[in-house]
């Protein structure tokens, strides 16, 4: 604790005499100060107790009332007046005036030298930045083991409330609110939503010193991140004002915070690409490597069969959508695998997950494939956007293959679909017309045995080098890959055209 006037007036030693202003003996000294001017106040900061021996207190009644209003007004801690040199006794005009004004002034004996005052107040202050220093140390220790506790966040915002005697509620970067200790606090928090706005505004770390809800208390919104991105918000509020300690305490604590957002963004951010690349594998048609690595990320698969969602949309309206479904894999017992592909987002969801249409989602265009094994993912993938793509045509909220109007081909069949599909497979056309290799029904052979080669070749009759090489030959002429499950899906539609069909079949 730093010192204050009433430590220095209990020390024995000192000997000095309170003439006024009792009422503010609890001031804190920050420094002490010799002067004999007029006007020291332009040498002052605040917060001084003031020393002197009176030689320039003035001579009238109104030059000493005006000293003693200059020094109040500076918010010095106190004066102390020494006696027997220029002055047999403090005046009492001086006494008078500082008792109006609730200022301490008290009466330095003789034979107690001004220096023994600053000795004991540097003493103090000395010890007072030990112990900020110790104790800060101690309150990094014990919050820095709180963040990496179990609960993390939540040890922390309790062990900070506690060290500030006070409360603390931390936010995630939208301003929902994720922890609050004690929990009687979370009124409070609920009146800082403008302020955290505010602060949304601004690059981070900023922070706003607020008035109180209650009474006298203080309130402190911190923003939260790094490279002035916003990853969150601390919120501390306190009765008494904060001390040096209470400053480390939150700075601390909101650089822990920083930190423990920060990775777990990062890490969601990683296992959301992890997700992603194994969702796009299960939807290519690979077999044991996803398995593989959803070990690797700690990701359960779904049991089979499965159902895959093709779902697009306003951002917000799309994640209601997937956050409902995972929520019902959830309550069902399985878990849910989802992930973005070709600018949409991807579920893979057990057979009993079986989507129901929303009402409340307006713009959500949502495409269902029927239920599939895990080894035929790749052909629950080309149902689910062959059915996104009627409903994209029929502005369908909802539409699941092989349910809504009869299956998806029907509905493909118009003017439209045959002449993009015409476009699509022209090349291939073109180059069968050669004589050259069929290239169309080798397409359509391997893509129905979804990548297989030797089941591929099988099927038509050659060898799987010469199926190989045919496909190779497909993609160097359509310059595109059939790695992109977006390729695969299209040219199955297109090869499935109705049009197509009946060309099969005549």
């Given at each position: 604790?730093?010192?204050?006037?009433?430590?220095?007036?209990?020390?024995?030693?000192?000997d000095?005499?309170?003439?006024?202003?009792?009422?503010?003996?609890?001031?804190?000294v920050?420094?002490?100060?010799?002067?004999?001017?007029?006007?020291?106040?332009?040498?002052?900061?605040?917060?001084?107790?003031?020393?002197?021996?009176?030689?320039?207190?003035?001579?009238?009644?109104?030059?000493?009332?005006?000293?003693?209003?200059?020094l109040?007004?500076?918010?010095?801690?106190?004066?102390?007046?020494g006696?027997?040199?220029?002055?047999?006794?403090?005046?009492?005009?001086?006494?008078?005036?500082?008792?109006?004004h609730?200022?301490?002034?008290?009466?330095?004996?003789?034979?107690?030298?001004?220096?023994?005052?600053?000795?004991?107040?540097?003493?103090?202050?000395?010890?007072?930045?030990?112990?900020?220093?110790?104790?800060?140390?101690?309150?990094?220790?014990?919050?820095?083991?709180?963040?990496?506790?179990?609960?993390?966040?939540?040890?922390?915002?309790?062990?900070?409330?506690?060290?500030l005697d006070?409360?603390?509620?931390?936010?995630?970067?939208?301003?929902?609110?994720?922890?609050?200790?004690?929990?009687?606090?979370r009124?409070?928090?609920?009146?800082?939503?403008?302020?955290?706005?505010?602060?949304?505004?601004?690059p981070?770390?900023?922070?706003?010193?607020?008035?109180?809800?209650?009474?006298?208390?203080?309130?402190?919104?911190?923003?939260?991140?790094a490279?002035?991105?916003?990853s969150?918000?601390?919120?501390?509020?306190?009765?008494?004002?904060?001390?040096?300690?209470?400053?480390?305490?939150?700075?601390?604590?909101?650089?822990?915070l920083?930190?423990?957002?920060?990775?777990?963004?990062?890490?969601?951010?990683?296992?959301a690409?992890?997700?992603?690349a194994?969702?796009?594998?299960?939807l290519?048609?690979?077999r044991?490597?996803?398995?593989e690595?959803?070990h690797d990320?700690?990701?359960?698969?779904?049991?089979?069969?499965?159902?895959?969602?093709?779902?697009?949309?306003?951002?917000?309206?799309?994640?209601?959508?997937?956050?409902?479904?995972?929520?019902?894999?959830?309550?069902?017992?399985t878990?849910?695998?989802?992930?973005?592909?070709?600018g949409?987002?991807?579920?893979?969801?057990?057979?009993?997950?079986?989507?129901?249409?929303?009402?409340?989602?307006?713009?959500?265009?949502a495409?269902?494939?029927?239920?599939?094994?895990?080894?035929?993912?790749?052909?629950?993938?080309r149902?689910?956007?062959?059915?996104?793509?009627?409903?994209?045509?029929s502005?369908?909220?909802?539409?699941?293959?092989?349910r809504?109007?009869?299956?998806?081909?029907?509905?493909?069949?118009?003017?439209?679909?045959?002449?993009?599909?015409?476009?699509?497979?022209?090349?291939?056309?073109?180059?069968?017309?050669g004589?050259?290799?069929?290239?169309?029904?080798?397409?359509?052979?391997?893509l129905?045995r979804?990548?297989?080669?030797?089941?591929?070749?099988?099927?038509?009759?050659?060898?799987?080098?010469?199926?190989?090489?045919?496909?190779?030959?497909?993609?160097?002429?359509?310059?595109?890959?059939?790695?992109?499950?977006?390729?695969?899906?299209?040219l199955?539609?297109?090869?499935r055209?109705?049009?197509?069909?009946?060309?099969?079949?005549?």
């Amino acid at each position: 604790m730093p010192p204050t006037l009433a430590s220095l007036v209990r020390a024995p030693a000192l000997d000095l005499r309170v003439l006024a202003g009792k009422g503010g003996l609890e001031r804190e000294v920050r420094w002490v100060h010799t002067s004999e001017l007029a006007d020291p106040t332009p040498y002052l900061e605040g917060g001084e107790l003031l020393l002197t021996t009176g030689m320039k207190l003035g001579r009238s009644n109104a030059e000493r009332r005006a000293y003693v209003e200059r020094l109040a007004a500076a918010e010095v801690a106190g004066l102390g007046i020494g006696v027997g040199l220029s002055l047999d006794r403090v005046p009492a005009v001086i006494v008078e005036a500082a008792e109006a004004h609730g200022f301490p002034v008290f009466e330095v004996p003789r034979p107690t030298p001004f220096i023994a005052i600053s000795k004991v107040v540097s003493s103090a202050l000395a010890a007072e930045q030990y112990e900020t220093v110790t104790t800060g140390f101690a309150v990094q220790q014990e919050l820095t083991r709180a963040a990496a506790g179990r609960e993390g966040a939540a040890t922390l915002i309790r062990r900070l409330a506690a060290r500030l005697d006070g409360w603390a509620a931390l936010y995630d970067a939208d301003g929902t609110l994720r922890q609050v200790a004690p929990t009687a606090a979370r009124t409070r928090t609920d009146a800082l939503r403008a302020d955290i706005e505010k602060l949304r505004g601004m690059p981070a770390p900023s922070s706003a010193s607020l008035p109180g809800v209650e009474g006298e208390e203080r309130v402190v919104v911190q923003s939260l991140g790094a490279e002035r991105r916003i990853s969150g918000f601390l919120a501390v509020g306190t009765a008494r004002p904060p001390r040096t300690a209470d400053r480390q305490t939150l700075g601390t604590a909101a650089s822990l915070l920083t930190l423990a957002l920060e990775q777990s963004r990062v890490s969601a951010d990683a296992g959301a690409r992890m997700r992603t690349a194994l969702l796009r594998m299960l939807l290519t048609g690979e077999r044991a490597t996803p398995a593989e690595l959803a070990h690797d990320i700690a990701t359960d698969l779904p049991p089979g069969p499965w159902r895959v969602v093709v779902a697009t949309g306003p951002e917000p309206v799309v994640a209601a959508f997937a956050e409902r479904l995972c929520a019902r894999a959830v309550r069902a017992g399985t878990p849910a695998l989802t992930g973005d592909l070709g600018g949409a987002t991807v579920l893979v969801l057990p057979e009993a997950v079986e989507p129901v249409e929303p009402s409340d989602l307006p713009g959500l265009i949502a495409g269902v494939s029927g239920p599939v094994e895990p080894a035929a993912a790749a052909d629950g993938y080309r149902q689910a956007l062959g059915a996104h793509a009627v409903g994209l045509r029929s502005e369908r909220t909802l539409t699941v293959h092989g349910r809504d109007a009869g299956g998806l081909l029907p509905l493909l069949d118009g003017a439209a679909v045959h002449a993009w599909a015409e476009q699509l497979l022209a090349p291939l056309r073109a180059h069968d017309v050669g004589g050259r290799g069929d290239l169309i029904g080798s397409l359509r052979a391997w893509l129905a045995r979804h990548g297989q080669w030797d089941a591929a070749a099988g099927d038509l009759g050659v060898h799987r080098h010469t199926l190989r090489y045919r496909i190779r030959r497909a993609e160097e002429i359509l310059g595109r890959t059939l790695d992109d499950p977006d390729t695969r899906a299209e040219l199955w539609f297109a090869l499935r055209d109705p049009s197509e069909v009946r060309d099969d079949k005549s």
